[in-house]
């Protein structure tokens, strides 16, 4: 079983940056798919960032131009920057293997942007 492991999240002044991370058991090139999600206090929880295994990348709205995903062969990252009160959540790392019907869920991190 693989349980992705998030660290980096923290309390941050608006404007400031934080960097996620996800490792997890095996090569991150082993996941089809990698992403992170966040869930704020009262909403559903939503996708913030994929990455694919041939490198393509997608964004939500709200985060483009100021988050960047990244990955290599041990971890997947999250860089975000300029930060706003509003990016306020737990992250959450996902892992998907297709092929497998692998969906592999972290624990999440708190990311706190205060104003």
């Known amino acids: 079983q693989v349980q992705p492991v998030e660290s980096g999240g923290g309390l941050v002044q608006a404007g400031g940056s934080l960097r996620l991370s996800c490792a997890a058991s095996?090569?991150?090139?082993?996941?089809?798919?990698m992403g992170w999600y966040r869930q704020a206090p009262g909403k559903q929880r939503e996708l913030v960032a994929t990455?694919?295994?041939?490198?393509s990348t997608n964004y939500a709205d709200s985060v483009k131009g100021r988050f960047t995903i990244s990955r290599d062969n041990a971890k997947v990252y999250l860089q975000m920057n300029n930060l706003k009160p509003e990016d306020t959540a737990i992250y959450y790392c996902n892992l998907k293997r297709i092929l497998y019907g692998n969906n592999y869920w972290g624990q999440g991190t708190q990311v706190t942007v205060s104003s």
């Open positions: 990455i694919i295994d041939g490198g």
């Open positions: 095996g090569s991150m090139f082993s996941f089809n798919i």
